[in-house]
């Protein structure tokens, strides 16, 4: 069991670096982290339903799952990461950006 673990956890931590070096910033404002996250998770969705229902090759729809679950796994890891790091609305200057909207006048 421990070599299974120890099997996810590595392919895990490879998927985070390759990430960060991809893609070095990550969000400050923790509702885009989400998304990242969740875009993730959605790809996982994807290949769940691939495996499920559609005509795909066993282990093709099996290497898919996987892999889209070590990347949602990943990206958890980077939403950890910046745990300490992300700006609330009263932060200053925090540059979130919202939308009024009151309406068409
Ligand atoms: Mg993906």
Same mark, same amino acid.
């Given at each position: 069991?421990?070599n299974i673990?120890d099997?996810?956890?590595?392919?895990?931590?490879?998927e985070l670096l390759r990430?960060?070096?991809?893609?070095?910033?990550?969000?400050f404002?923790?509702?885009?982290?989400?998304?990242?996250?969740?875009?993730e998770?959605?790809e996982?969705a994807? +290949?769940?339903v691939?495996? *499920? =229902?559609e005509?795909?090759?066993?282990?093709?729809a %099996?290497s898919?799952?996987?892999?889209?679950? #070590?990347?949602? +796994?990943a990206?958890?890891? *980077? =939403?950890?990461?910046g745990?300490?790091h992300?700006? %609330?609305?009263?932060?200053?200057?925090?540059p #979130?950006?919202?939308?009024?909207?009151?309406?068409?006048k």
């Amino acid at each position: 069991m421990e070599n299974i673990i120890d099997e996810i956890f590595g392919k895990i931590s490879a998927e985070l670096l390759r990430a960060e070096s991809k893609f070095p910033w990550w969000p400050f404002d923790p509702l885009h982290a989400h998304a990242i996250v969740a875009e993730e998770f959605g790809e996982l969705a994807k +290949a769940c339903v691939d495996f *499920r =229902f559609e005509h795909v090759e066993r282990t093709t729809a %099996t290497s898919r799952m996987e892999k889209e679950a #070590i990347q949602a +796994a990943a990206m958890c890891v *980077r =939403f950890l990461i910046g745990i300490g790091h992300y700006k %609330t609305r009263g932060d200053d200057p925090a540059p #979130i950006i919202y939308i009024k909207t009151e309406g068409e006048k």
